[in-house]
């Protein structure tokens, strides 16, 4: 079964450096998402991307934040200026089309600002 | 504003106990569709089930179980017959399909923990 992928697992930065967290969604999929989830808490919305621009954000993606696809297959997520707060587990999902059907997860990138 | 409550904050049981897991959502969409996520201790979100708002014919596969009620706004998940393997964190989800996008809004969760 094709699989979302997120690279790296795990990173590990300085505050106020910058950091890219890399994603391949499904590749027939139109739809794509990063949520966050900070230590111990639920999962929360980020961004949706679609048609080559963002959809919606929620009130965390501020001005720090941008996503990008670069080439067709790749979807990042960057963060401009890391603080310690942007610790947390970051999902990247794609679905086909708008119904969520169904929403799938990759399996995150745990990002620690020290 | 949508809105997803797990009231259950922690469950433990003992293994081939039967658990229920409840989810309560508030929604003004009459079109919609609801989700169970597992996340287990390696922290990956595990796709269970996606239920349309139409649909409310309860689904079982294998162990698992969802019974899904608009009368009382829930969509609530069994496990019969409880693993050790079955410890997570289970997630209820709702869409939200308003605002341009589309995104699921997701309870708090409930950790379970079966024990030997």
């Known amino acids: 079964e094709p699989e979302v992928t997120q690279t790296p697992s795990h990173q590990v930065t300085q505050m106020g450096q910058e950091v890219i967290l890399r994603c391949v969604p499904i590749s027939n999929h139109l739809y794509f998402y990063w949520y966050r989830q900070i230590l111990g808490q639920k999962v929360e919305f980020l961004v949706s991307?679609?048609?080559?621009?963002?959809?919606?954000k929620s009130e965390i993606f501020d001005d720090q934040f941008s996503v990008e696809r670069p080439d067709g297959s790749n979807f990042t997520l960057k963060i401009r200026s890391t603080k310690l707060e942007d610790s947390a587990m970051y999902f990247c999902?794609?679905?086909?089309?708008?119904?969520?059907?169904?929403?799938?997860f990759g399996n995150g990138t745990r990002l620690t600002v020290t | 504003a949508q809105k997803v409550t797990q009231a259950q904050t922690e469950i433990s049981v003992v293994e081939k106990e039967d658990v229920t897991l409840d989810c309560v959502y508030e929604t003004r969409d009459t079109t919609y569709y609801l989700f169970w996520y597992k996340q287990p201790p390696s922290g990956e979100l595990v796709f269970l089930i996606r239920r349309n708002s139409f649909d409310e014919q309860n689904e079982i596969s294998g162990r698992y179980s969802w019974n899904f009620q608009k009368s009382t706004s829930s969509f609530n998940f069994t496990i019969t017959a409880s693993q050790v393997v079955d410890s997570a964190v289970y997630f209820c989800a709702l869409s939200d399909l308003q605002g341009g996008s589309e995104k699921l809004v997701f309870g708090k969760g409930t950790k379970l923990t079966v024990n030997p």
């Open positions: 999902a794609s679905s086909a089309d708008r119904e969520l059907t169904p929403l799938h």
């Open positions: 991307f679609y048609n080559n621009e963002i959809s919606e």
